[in-house]
């Protein structure tokens, strides 16, 4: 008995830290400044697929002439992705279609890019977008400026 109330009390121990853990690390990451909400889902073929798949979620922080994007549900303290601001081609933005509506959450818009070559989607508030397509063009002088 003083065994199984042992190995529940080191259960939930575990689940408090890391709960607490988890909470921390994602205030490190707005501590910084400069973050948002922001789906990713990397590689998109050319036709938008609408079963919602691929969709990954997280919190994009502005650091410079970067994006550093940051998976929500994970204790990484390193960003999954980091986006170079003249690497970006925004291309046009288009409303979530089908399950994606229920991927993702509610009032997103979803803002197709190029990366290097790569196909990719940003689903953020029409306020982050806002920002970020401000963000990238607002690139100091002497740079291109990406945006469709």
Known sequence: MFLALLVCGLVVALVVIGL???GLR?????????TFDCSLHWNVPAEPDPSGKGWVYGVARYSGDEIAWFRVF???PRPRRVLERSS????ERRMPEGEEELALLSDMVIQPCMYEGVRLELAMSED??????????AAPPGQRVNVA
Request: proline share 0%.
């Open 88 to 91: 970006i081609v925004a291309l």
């Open 74 to 76: 994970s204790y990484a």
């Open 20 to 22: 607490f853990v988890f």
């Open 128 to 137: 982050a977008r806002t920002g970020f397509m401000a963000w990238l063009e």
């Open 26 to 34: 994602r205030r490190l990451i707005q501590r910084a400044g400069g």
